[in-house]
């Protein structure tokens, strides 16, 4: 049976349909991504929140001549349906599918990719900017959720907006949701907004004038309605106070009163901010009463929201359990998170410890210097935060941590590939960005007892340390009753080969550590000892087991969930240096390059971090072992 849908090709194809008709068109797409969704998993509750705001922004305006940016951008599955992208969102964030956020080199309508949040103010202002030293005469509008006023660089546009252009318009989408609830002042000064009495009357009055008189009776008592916003917090308001002007709040699925508002803000001459009230996960009640569940999730049941129960621990999991442990033991313990309890699983740890858990918003630089301060003072604070995030807050990492060597640890979360979410969210730089950083302590854990041990021996360093470990499930070991103090440098030997010599040491870095047991047991095969090691440490590095078998071996391989430039392998061969020691080694690793959305087996495939890469690439050496072999006989 046809649909509406069905004939919606561009945004051009929303323009000619009737009042009535865009209402039906709004429930067809929640359907349409409630269905399609439910076989790839995505950003659901973010995308529902967004159908009529999306609508009317491409009826309002003409992309790709004027700019849309939008803040993370994980909810511009309605922009990429709208943009005749529509019989491919079945293939998002699958193999050799659409990305799951807005790519430049997908759509012409995609005017800026994102995947970290606090992007899009500056991105919308360069773009103005731009426009305007060009003599052009295009809109630009940024998009952005409450959550991203919590994040620094935000403001930093803000700062800039009024006195670099006269023409920008930004739209506000406050759903009060990041992944997990809003935290902080901003937040609750956002719903002292929306909560006032007067606001609310007058919000009821604007939607009555829209069905009785059209656009300008409802703008009329819209500007009524920002009066009686004014001053709650402060004698003007916020974005006032930055040179925008400012309008709302209204309703964010009512679609005429935002076309009409829109067309009206189109006029203005003057940089101005739009405040508009979603519901996350709206028209599907699974994802409004799990609002974290539903942000980004695998496949589920369409029909009653649930997913296949999972019976393992994640890494995730591992790490918060192990928290409490520890915190129930050390009151100096304190945990702190960038707006992610759900991703990190301190969720878990937050019951247990109220009071020395601490959700900071999406601010990962404040996040460090904040732990900073804490270890001053005694404490031993503990930042989870994912490895591609925690990017964000290198200085911070350097200048306020590590140079005053404080006891800061962070726990990386998501290190190495980050599969669906693709390359905005693969965490394969970390390694690269703390090891030259002197006085740190870097850590990957080969299992979830590991990850336990590491945790307890952190808390023990007297300056900054780092773990880092991969997104989803762990191994399956069982763990020890209490973790166990590790030696910091020590290598742990797990296959010390025949009389502790061997043919080709392998290290296996974190969780490859299953792929260096693959090779040694290829080798093993056909007829090579191999000894695999497991580093544990990529700084500082075990020098001793290093030299041992490089004096004794033909051949190393490293395996790591990380870019070769700068990483555990290029660790190895400036430690070689160091020794005055020459041996080939293989590295195998990602490739400089950014790695796209996709499967992380199939990808591991498809980049050659496999043992049989590996195997591949040990040829020369290997035949040179047998040929000695022979001569030896």
């Excluded at 959720?145 to 907006?161: C, K, P, Q, R, V």
């Excluded at 006029?267 to 974290?292: F, I």
């Excluded at 621990?313 to 309890?341: C, G, H, R, W």
């Excluded at 590991?450 to 763990?479: C, H």
Aim: charged letters at 20%.
């Amino acid at each position: 049976m046809a649909t509406l849908l069905d004939s919606i090709h561009s945004a051009q194809d929303l323009r000619g349909l009737s009042p009535a008709e865009r209402e039906t068109l709004a429930a067809e797409i929640r359907e349409f991504l409630i269905q399609t969704l439910s076989k790839t998993g995505g950003h659901l509750g973010p995308n529902l929140g967004v159908v009529e705001l999306t609508m009317a922004l491409h009826i309002a305006f003409d992309t790709p001549a004027d700019k849309i940016t939008m803040d993370v951008s994980h909810q511009a599955y309605v922009h990429k349906l709208i943009t005749g992208r529509r019989e491919q969102l079945g293939t998002i964030r699958q193999p050799g599918g659409l990305n799951g956020f807005m790519l430049r080199t997908e759509s012409e309508h995609d005017a800026y990719g994102a995947g970290h949040a606090g992007t899009a103010l500056s991105a919308a202002l360069g773009m103005a900017v731009a426009r305007d030293l060009s003599g052009g005469s295009n809109h630009v509008i940024a998009l952005a959720g409450d959550a991203a006023f919590t994040n620094g660089i935000s403001y930093e546009a803000l700062n800039n907006i009024a006195e670099q252009t006269k023409r920008l318009i930004v739209v506000l989408n406050d759903n009060e949701w990041s992944i997990d609830r809003n935290v902080g002042a901003i937040a609750g000064y956002f719903h002292r907004i929306v909560t006032n009495d007067r606001y609310k009357h007058l919000h009821d009055s604007a939607a009555r004038l829209l069905e009785r008189f059209g656009g300008k009776a409802a703008m009329h008592v819209a500007r009524k309605a920002e009066e009686a916003a004014k001053g709650l917090l402060w004698p003007s308001m916020l974005f006032e106070e930055f040179g925008l002007k400012y309008y709302g709040p209204i309703d964010g699925h009512n679609l005429p009163l935002l076309i009409e508002t829109f067309n009206f803000l189109k006029s203005e001459n003057r940089p101005v901010l739009l405040h508009v009230l979603t519901q996350k996960g709206k028209g599907y009640q699974p994802a409004v009463d799990k609002q974290k569940k539903f942000h980004g999730l695998g496949p589920y049941d369409p029909n009653t929201g649930e997913t296949k129960p999972v019976g393992q621990l994640t890494y995730s999991e591992v790490f918060a359990n192990t928290l409490v442990q520890l915190a129930n033991e050390d009151e100096k313990v304190v945990a702190i998170t960038a707006a992610m309890p759900n991703g990190t699983a301190l969720d878990l740890f937050r019951p247990h410890h109220p009071k020395r858990y601490f959700d900071v918003g999406i601010a990962e630089e404040h996040a460090v210097i904040f732990a900073a301060g804490l270890a001053t003072q005694g404490f031993k604070p503990v930042c989870a935060i994912y490895s591609t995030f925690l990017q964000r807050a290198f200085d911070p990492i350097v200048h306020d941590v590590c140079l005053q060597k404080l006891p800061v640890v962070f726990c990386m979360d998501r290190a190495g590939l980050s599969g669906d979410d693709g390359p905005t969210h693969h965490g394969l730089f970390d390694l690269g960005y703390l090891r030259d950083v002197p006085d740190i302590v870097v850590m990957a854990p080969k299992d979830e007892d590991e990850l336990s041990d590491m945790m307890l021996t952190a808390l023990q360093i007297p300056g900054p340390s780092a773990i880092r470990y991969p997104r989803g499930l762990g191994t399956g070991v069982a763990r020890k009753p209490k973790p166990e103090l590790l030696p910091v440098g020590k290598a742990e030997i797990i296959a010390p080969g025949p009389g502790k010599d061997a043919d080709v040491a392998i290290f296996g870095l974190g969780p490859m550590i299953t792929l260096a047991q693959e090779l040694a047991a290829r080798l093993d095969n056909e007829g090579f000892s191999a000894a695999v090691i497991n580093p544990r440490f990529v700084k500082p590095l075990d020098l001793e087991v290093i030299e041992h078998y490089a004096r004794r071996s033909a051949a190393f391989v490293t395996f790591e969930d990380h870019v070769k430039s700068g990483g555990f392998g290029s660790a190895v061969l400036e430690a070689l240096s160091q020794l005055g020691l020459n041996i080939p080694v293989v590295r195998i690793g990602w490739p400089d390059q950014f790695i796209e959305h996709g499967k992380v087996d199939q990808l591991r495939v498809r980049y050659g971090i496999t043992a049989e890469a590996a195997w591949t690439q040990l040829q020369p050496w290997l035949v040179g072992i047998r040929h000695r072999t022979r001569v030896a006989i």
